[in-house]
C-alpha cells in the first residue's frame, strides 16, 4: 500500500528540508519495493536539526503502513549508546578506561586466571580475549515485565565457565559479552538499572524519548517486525537490544559532533580513535576498532572528512546503520527489516551525498574515489598504490621457496570452521571440512598465486600465513580468521570414549551435538545443527580432563563445551545450555541408542 506523506494519519517523511525527505522516502520505497523489505526508515542530521526523515514499506505484523516514528532494533549499533554512557561517567571521573573491571565488579569471575588483566578500555576495542556471545541469554527474543540488564543472566554459572580466547590487550576479535559487561558496570557505578540511568541522564535531556529496550515505549510508539513475525525484544542491552526511532538514532549519533554539553567532547572524540590491537601484520581488522565504532569510515564513497565513524547492527529481523562525520557536522541512520537483500550502506552513502550538496559541504572525490588531497595526503597514496602494484600477480613462474609451502600448508582452524591448505605449483589451493571424512574445495580462498612476497589475487586481495609464538595465523582481507598450532594438547580418555555419542537439548540453540571424531592433531570434532556453527573445532584443556578450549585467537565468537554428570544422566554444557548425553549415531546418520 502506497502510503500519501498528506495523510495526517500517515507520517512517511519529516525534517527541516522537505526536498531531501520527500527524495529519500522514493528512494527508500523503490528499494523496498524491489526487494521485499517489509519496513524501512532513514533519516540524517546536520548541525543538531533533524534535516530529514523517511520510511516505507508496512509494519509487518500486519498490514498497516510503517511511519517514520516507529521503532526498529538497531542491533549492535546499540554498543555506542553504551560507549556514550561510560564515557559520561569516566568525563565525570566516576571510572576510568584503563583500570580493571574487576575494580567495578568485584565479584566477578572466569574460568581463566587472567581475567583480572581485563579493563574497560579492552571491552570498548574487543581485545579483552572474552570469546564472544552467551547466545542464549543474551539473544533470548521474549520480552519481561521487568527490565534487566547483564547481571540478572551473566550469573557466576555462566561467566565462571568463560575461558579467554587471547591473552587480555593483544588481539582486538568482535564480541557481545564485553559490551553488556559494561553496562553492568554501568550499574555498578550509578546504583540504578542501565537502561533508566541511560534514558534519564542522557536520551531525555538530548531530546530522545523514544530509547530503550525490552517493553519501554511501546505504550507510545509502535515497533515494526518482519512480515508476519511477531516484534523481537533482545535483552543484550549494552551489546545489542536498544530500540529507538530511526531519527532519533541518527540525532544520538549527532551527540559525537556536539555533546551539548552532556558528555564531555573530549571523551567522545576519544571514542573516534582506531586503537584495535593486533600481533599480526597486517591484521587491519582488529587494528581499526575504535572504542564502541567498528571502524573509521574509510570508503571515500561520499566525502565525510577525518575521524567519520561507522558501526553497523543486525539481530534476527533488522538491520541497521549508523554513519557520523564531524567535520561535515553529519550523522546518518538507517534501519530496515531482514526480510529484504539490500546492503543498505550505499543507499545511506547515496542519502549522504545528497545531503551533503544541498548543505553545500560536498567536495567532489578524485579520480581515485577518495576525497580531494592535499599535497602530503596525494604523496601517501602514490606510496601506497606502488605497493599494492609490488603486491600483485607477480611471474607466473615465480618458484614458492620450501619454507613459504611449509608455512602455507596444513590445516587451520577458526571458530566454526577446519581448512585445509596446500601449494600447488605456484598457486594455493585451499578445502574445508564437511565431516565424516569429507572435504571440498573452498573456492573462494582458491587461485592465490606467488608473486614473491605472498598469494595474492591482483593487486589488493592478499592472503598471508604469519607465525607468532609458533603457531600460524591465516590473514585474508586484513582479517585473521583461522590458525593452525604448532601441537595440541592429548585428548585425554574421557572424549575418545565419547566419540560417535551426540546430545540434545529441548529449546539449546545448536539442537543435536555430536563427538564425530578427534582427529591427528588432537582436535576434537563436534558436529551440530546450527548454520553458523555446523562443525566446532576445540582441544581438551590438560588441566580439567572434561573441559575443553578455543583454537583461535583470530575469529570472532566462540563456543566451549564441557561434561557433566548427575542423577539424571551425561551432559554437555555450553554456557548456560545444557544437552543431555541421547545415544550414539554413525557417520551415515543411523541411530543406535
Known amino acids: 500500500m502506497k502510503s500519501n506523506p498528506t495523510d495526517p494519519k500517515t507520517v512517511q517523511w519529516k525534517g527541516t528540508n522537505r526536498e531531501l525527505a520527500v527524495w529519500m522516502q522514493e528512494k527508500l520505497e523503490a528499494a523496498a519495493r524491489e526487494s521485499g523489505t517489509c519496513a524501512v526508515c532513514a533519516a540524517v542530521c546536520a548541525d543538531g536539526r533533524l534535516l530529514a526523515a523517511a520510511c516505507a514499506g508496512s509494519r509487518g505484523f ?101 575461558k579467554l580466547r587471547a591473552k587480555p590487550g593483544s588481539f582486538s576479535s568482535y564480541g557481545n559479552d564485553g559490551f553488556d559487561l559494561l553496562a553492568e558496570v554501568v550499574e555498578a557505578v550509578t546504583g540504578e538499572p542501565y537502561i533508566e540511568w541511560l534514558r534519564e541522564k542522557i536520551a531525555k535531556p538530548a531530546g530522545l524519548y523514544s530509547v530503550g529496550a525490552g517493553r519501554w515505549a511501546l505504550e507510545e510508539r509502535i515497533k515494526v517486525s518482519c512480515k508476519g513475525r511477531k516484534p523481537e525484544f533482545y535483552n543484550c542491552f549494552g551489546a545489542g537490544a536498544i530500540h529507538t526511532t530511526v531519527p532519533e538514532c541518527a540525532m544520538f549519533g549527532y551527540l559525537f559532533v556536539d555533546a551539548q554539553n552532556l558528555i564531555g567532547q573530549a571523551y567522545l572524540d576519544e571514542t573516534r580513535r582506531p586503537q584495535g590491537k593486533s600481533f599480526l601484520e597486517g591484521a587491519d581488522d582488529a587494528l581499526n576498532y575504535c572504542l564502541g565504532w567498528d571502524s573509521l569510515y574509510t570508503r571515500g564513497k561520499i566525502p565525510l572528512g577525518e575521524g567519520a565513524v561507522i558501526k553497523d547492527g543486525g539481530t534476527e529481523q533488522f538491520n541497521s546503520l549508523l554513519l557520523v562525520s564531524p567535520a561535515k557536522g553529519l550523522s546518518l541512520a538507517i534501519s530496515a527489516t531482514s526480510d529484504g537483500d539490500v546492503w543498505w550502506l550505499e543507499l545511506l552513502e547515496e542519502i549522504g551525498g545528497n545531503a551533503l550538496k544541498l548543505l553545500g559541504r560536498y567536495e567532489q572525490p578524485d579520480s581515485a574515489g577518495g576525497e580531494q588531497r592535499n599535497g602530503k595526503q596525494e604523496e601517501k597514496a602514490l606510496l601506497c598504490r606502488k605497493k599494492r602494484t609490488d603486491a600483485g600477480v607477480g611471474d607466473a613462474d615465480t618458484e614458492v621457496p620450501a619454507d613459504i609451502v611449509s608455512r602455507y600448508s596444513g590445516t587451520a582452524y577458526g571458530s566454526s570452521r577446519i581448512y585445509r591448505f596446500a601449494v600447488c605449483g605456484n598457486l594455493l589451493c585451499a578445502e574445508c571440512y564437511e565431516g565424516s571424512g569429507s572435504w571440498k574445495r573452498e573456492e573462494e580462498l582458491c587461485g592465490y598465486r606467488w608473486n614473491g612476497s605472498c598469494f595474492a589475487k591482483g593487486e589488493n586481495d592478499r592472503f598471508l600465513a604469519q607465525e607468532h609464538e609458533g603457531n600460524v595465523y591465516y590473514t585474508r582481507w586484513g582479517m585473521a580468521f583461522c590458525q593452525k598450532n604448532r601441537s595440541y594438547p592429548s585428548p585425554g580418555n574421557v572424549w575418545p570414549s565419547l566419540i560417535g555419542t551426540y546430545f540434545a537439548a529441548g529449546e539449546g540453540l545448536l539442537g543435536k551435538v555430536c563427538l564425530s571424531e578427534i582427529n591427528e592433531d588432537n582436535v576434537l570434532i563436534f558436529t551440530t545443527e546450527h548454520e553458523d556453527y555446523p562443525i566446532v573445532p576445540l582441544v581438551c584443556d590438560p588441566q580439567r580432563e572434561k573441559e575443553t578450549c578455543l583454537i583461535s585467537q583470530t575469529d570472532r565468537d566462540g563456543i566451549v563445551f564441557s561434561l557433566e554428570e548427575d542423577e539424571d544422566g551425561t551432559w554437555l554444557r555450553m554456557g548456560t545450555d545444557r544437552y543431555k548425553k541421547a545415544g550414539n549415531i554413525f557417520f551415515q546418520g543411523e541411530n543406535r541408542d
Not at 118 to 145: A, F, V, W
Open 62 to 162: 500486519d498490514e498497516s503502513t510503517a511511519e517514520v516514528d516507529d521503532l526498529y532494533n538497531i542491533g549492535s549499533v546499540s554498543k555506542i549508546y553504551v560507549t556514550a554512557a561510560v564515557m559520561k561517567l569516566a568525563g565525570e571521573g566516576k571510572l576510568a578506561l584503563d583500570n580493571p573491571v574487576v575494580m567495578y565488579l568485584p565479584n566477578w569471575r572466569l574460568a581463566d586466571e587472567r581475567y583480572p588483566q581485563i579493563t574497560l578500555r579492552m571491552l570498548l576495542n574487543h581485545s579483552s580475549g572474552i570469546p564472544g556471545t552467551n547466545l542464549r541469554d543474551k539473544l533470548d527474543m521474549d520480552y519481561r515485565d521487568r527490565l534487566f540488564t547483564g547481571k540478572y543472566r551473566n550469573t557466576p554459572e555462566y561467566w565462571g565457565r568463560v
